[in-house]
């Protein structure tokens, strides 16, 4: 149980374009998703919280603009990369939380990872 | 959030019993203690969580004593495989900060 996909694994695009990438909760309903960048070497960093049916809220320093984030379903999470450029190469991950876990409390459940690389 | 402390990195060797432990001295009332491991290029996975005492599942166990200042993460008999990053988290589901995590080196 608490599976989390995403699509695609990994994304090659030109700079200036842009990039959705898709976050699904396979067994589980999750009005709440995550968002996070891993850069090589380094921790994940949340860049937002999306919620079903309302607006995400985006972590200091995240452009809301650049990042567009859609939770239009209870098993469905979007993050759009706008006008990409080198920069926003990174490792993208998302996460759902899931009362499928050992205790009563929630858990986050984590995808496998969307690699964008903008050249 | 409850800041967390924890080895940069450990070595061990095939078939020891690994232990990580996370310092969390201002852990709340409400936090749980969550530990994702992370192999390279792919998503953390859930490990095992616990508030109190003692939990165990079919891959680890979680020591937490009854000050909750501290955790440790126990993982017996390690292989090759378990080579990862093993991250220990403290708060609640809907707030998670990730530290720099342990690098658990297994050799053969």
């Known amino acids: 149980g608490a599976v989390v996909s995403q699509h695609p694994s990994w994304v090659i695009c030109k700079s200036g374009t842009s990039v959705k990438i898709e976050c699904r909760s396979l067994?589980?309903?999750?009005?709440?998703m995550f968002w996070y960048r891993q850069f090589p070497k380094q921790s994940l960093m949340l860049m937002a919280t999306?919620?079903?049916?309302?607006?995400?809220?985006?972590e200091q320093g995240v452009e809301k603009d650049k990042f567009l984030i859609n939770h239009a379903s209870l098993t469905l999470s979007t993050l759009t990369v706008t006008s990409a450029h080198p920069e926003d190469s990174s490792f993208y991950i998302c996460?759902?939380?899931?009362?499928?876990?050992?205790?009563?409390?929630?858990?986050?459940?984590f995808g496998p990872g969307t690699r964008l690389l903008v050249l | 959030l409850a800041k967390t402390t924890q080895p940069i990195s450990m070595d061990s060797y095939e078939g020891q019993e690994v232990n990580i432990t996370c310092s969390h001295n201002?852990?709340?009332?409400?936090?749980?203690i969550t530990w994702y491991q992370q192999f390279p290029s792919q998503g953390p996975r859930f490990i095992i969580q616990g508030y109190k005492t003692k939990v165990t599942n079919e891959v680890a166990s979680l020591f937490i004593p009854a000050d909750r200042k501290s955790s440790t993460l126990s993982l017996p008999r390690v292989s090759l495989s378990d080579t990862a990053v093993y991250y220990c988290l403290v708060g609640v589901s809907y707030k998670l900060s990730f530290g720099a995590g342990t690098t658990v080196t297994v050799r053969a």
């Open positions: 999306s919620n079903e049916g309302s607006k995400a809220t985006y």
């Open positions: 996460s759902a939380n899931s009362d499928l876990g050992q205790t009563d409390q929630e858990t986050q459940y």
């Open positions: 067994d589980f309903q999750a009005t709440t």
């Open positions: 201002n852990i709340a009332t409400n936090d749980y």
